[in-house]
Nanobody, 127 residues
């Protein structure tokens, strides 16, 4: 069974940074496109960024691309989301997701495209 596990969330002050990690159990990530998403209470799940299976191609939502950076290390079988200059509006549960399509072009930052999900990690930005 394909399982993803997010880690690295927590409580951070406004202006702070966090790095989230997405690891797997039962499969290797190097054959998958991976995305990061988030969902705040009462809001719909929204896309943040995705990265191709090689790591050379990324795609990010415009509103977050200046502060959030996705990367992957296929040797460590982990995908990361570096988040800087966090604000209270970034408070949400953050999820990683994987899908087996090997995009040669731009990967989709659309949650409906991804069949495999982790349980999420909570990020709270507060003073």
């Amino acid at each position: 069974q394909l399982q993803l596990v997010e880690s690295g969330g927590g409580l951070v002050q406004p202006g702070g940074s966090l790095r989230l990690s997405c690891a797997t159990s039962g499969f290797t990530l190097d054959g998958f496109t991976v995305g990061w998403f988030r969902q705040a209470p009462g809001k719909e799940r929204e896309g943040i960024s995705c990265i191709s299976f090689t790591g050379r191609g990324t795609n990010s939502v415009d509103s977050m691309k200046r502060r959030f950076t996705i990367s992957r290390d296929n040797v460590k079988n982990t995908v990361y989301l570096q988040m800087n200059a966090l604000t209270p509006e970034d408070t949400a549960t953050y999820y990683c997701a994987a899908e087996p399509t090997l995009y040669l072009g731009i990967c989709p930052v659309e949650h409906k495209q991804y069949p495999y999900w982790g349980q999420g990690t909570q990020v709270t930005v507060s003073s």
